[in-house]
């Protein structure tokens, strides 16, 4: 069958529009197929912190990466995006925590990578409704916000102004390995190379692959634009990101631009219903209520669920996969796919052109991980 686009991407998240940006962007002739809207899956869930997070030399290289490239596109595109770069700032609720700040701090100037430490006084000053005893933070100075919905369709509408094509409210159900894809309505399309960036969606279309759910509760409060000035995350949210079984919870807020609070987060390996788990939004409200009094007394609006793609080794599969050399992944990005979007994109089109990346990528190949088989990193 002769291809009648060089790439097909099967999911428009902000994974696969970001793919289909790139791509575009390259001179590849691209068609970018949803089942649904485009940014109406996972990515309608998040919450759009784009974050230096430092898991692994290769976790960093990434991030610092894609925030580059997002501020990049946030110089012309910001209102587009909702993007506002107000800085993380990792809080230390004891001497422990105040040490792995200053850790943190010294590895990060290593890296060049923007931080500065801030003592109890004035830990207070810029944040004076954070509760009183505790001990400083880490203030991360070129991390950012954006709102995931409107950065997706920005990226779509890029992507279709550099020629791409999109498929929207049709279902993929089946990839084939000669690079066709087989739409639900029976209709076959056939292309150069398939992608699949189905988020959640991705183990069902390719077999083999490792991608699990890891749920996660959200709550939106009514506009309190004085209450914070920052992402505020307790140093805690490293450990429970990193529990892999069981449910945890963790401080962490998010003002956003129109003056509403993001409140989060959570995470569970296990549960698959998409109802809010009462139990864990407690606790989890509680916790951010430990950090900030006067949460407390604000209005909230709405509370949601989402499902990150996770991985067995915590980083996503891009690249060729391991049916056929005409079916490539992007998926399993776990809670960083907002801010790893456009990076993936751009290592995907380079990959794909025999461009060299700007960060090693072979970590990322999804040759590492079989399912059920053993796993690297
Ligand atoms: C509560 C929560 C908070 C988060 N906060 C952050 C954060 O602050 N920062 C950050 O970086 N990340 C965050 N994340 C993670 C981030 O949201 C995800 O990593 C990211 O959205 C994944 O994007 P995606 O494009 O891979 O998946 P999705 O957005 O789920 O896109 C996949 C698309 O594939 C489509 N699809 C699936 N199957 C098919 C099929 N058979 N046919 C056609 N289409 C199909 C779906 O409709 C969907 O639109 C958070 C996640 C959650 C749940």
Known sequence: MKPTYDIIIVGAGIVGSACAYECAKAGLTVLLIDRDAAGTGTTATGMGHVVMLDDSDIQVAFCNYARKLWMELAEEAQDQLEWEAR?????????????????????????????????????????????????????????????PPTATKYLVEQAVALGAETLFFSEVAEI?????????????????????????????????????????????TDRYPELINHQIIELGYLKAAHTMTGDSVAFNV?????????????????????????????????????????????????????FR???????????????????????????????????TGRIIADRILDRRSEIPTESFLPARCRKGGPVNG
């Open 309 to 343: 793609p996770a991985t067995p080794d915590k980083l996503p599969l891009i690249g060729p996969s391991l049916v056929s050399e005409k079916i490539w992944l992007a998926t399993g990005h776990e809670g960083l796919g907002i801010t790893t979007a456009l990076a």
């Open 176 to 220: 084939r390995g000669d690079a066709s894809v087989v739409l639900a309505e029976g209709k076959i399309i056939a292309g150069g190379l398939v992608i699949n960036a189905a988020g959640c969606g991705s183990p069902e279309l390719t077999e083999g692959i490792d991608v699990f759910k890891r749920k996660g509760h959200l709550v939106v």
């Open 87 to 147: 800085g993380t700032l990792w809080v230390a609720a004891d001497d422990e925590e105040m040490q792995h700040v200053r850790d943190k701090h010294t590895f990060y100037e290593k890296q060049n990578i923007r931080t500065h430490v801030l003592d109890a006084a004035l830990l207070e000053q810029v944040e004076p409704n954070l509760r009183k005893g505790l001990c400083g933070g880490l203030r991360v100075v070129d991390d950012a916000v954006l709102y």
């Open 254 to 306: 998010q003002p956003r631009k129109d003056g509403k609070l993001l409140i989060g987060s959570s995470r569970q390996s296990t549960a698959q219903h998409k109802e809010v788990d009462h139990d864990i939004l407690g606790r989890m409200l509680n916790r951010a209520f430990e950090y900030i009094p006067a949460l407390r007394d604000v209005r909230a609006i709405r509370c949601w669920t989402g």
